[in-house]
């Protein structure tokens, strides 16, 4: 029998609840266990404003101060930072349970923070993305180089828009 993953999304001080609400999407889109936020930005904004899937609903977003508190055994830091000395996300081996650190879009992690990983990654882009946009590209990573085999016919009618019958030409 196998066990899930722990897979904790840890926001630092993120900007604001369209971010939040993006990231949150994010994390059931690829079944993360929880997420985190630390600061006083998000408190200050509306509910969420781009958690269509109402993921809030399965996945606990809670605040804390520090994002790496109260972490089980064997669940290894990740932050995800352009920091010199990172390793770039497509050489990275991601480990089986993580949280993963992201700071804010208009600053950086403190350093304190990036001294506590275990790992530090980038996506090496020309400029940096957004926080959503940035969750999304690691758990799809992460997802990409963990993967067995995949029924694709299975995998697509489980997770399309109930009006999407498209279909590749001859196949049914």
Do not use: W
Request: aromatic content about 6%; overall charge negative.
């Amino acid at each position: 029998m196998t066990t899930q993953s722990t897979v904790i999304i840890g926001l630092y001080n993120p900007k604001s609840p369209t971010n939040v609400g993006a990231v949150m999407r994010a994390a059931g889109c690829y079944d993360a266990t929880q997420v985190r936020y630390n600061g006083n930005r998000y408190n200050r904004a509306a509910k969420f404003h781009t958690d269509t899937h109402n993921s809030h609903e399965r996945i606990d977003l809670v605040e804390m101060d520090d994002l790496t508190a109260g972490l089980a055994d064997g669940v290894e830091i990740v932050c995800v930072e352009l920091v010199v000395g990172a390793t770039a996300l497509p050489r990275f081996t991601h480990p089986e349970n993580a949280v993963y650190v992201f700071g804010p879009e208009d600053s950086s992690l403190p350093q304190e923070v990036v001294d506590k990983a275990d790992h530090v990654v980038y996506v090496p882009t020309n400029g940096c993305m957004n926080l959503a946009a940035t969750v999304n590209v690691v758990l799809y990573d992460r997802l990409a180089k963990t993967l067995g085999a995949i029924d694709d016919h299975q995998q697509v009618v489980a997770n399309r828009d109930n009006k999407n019958k498209l279909a590749v030409k001859g196949c049914v």
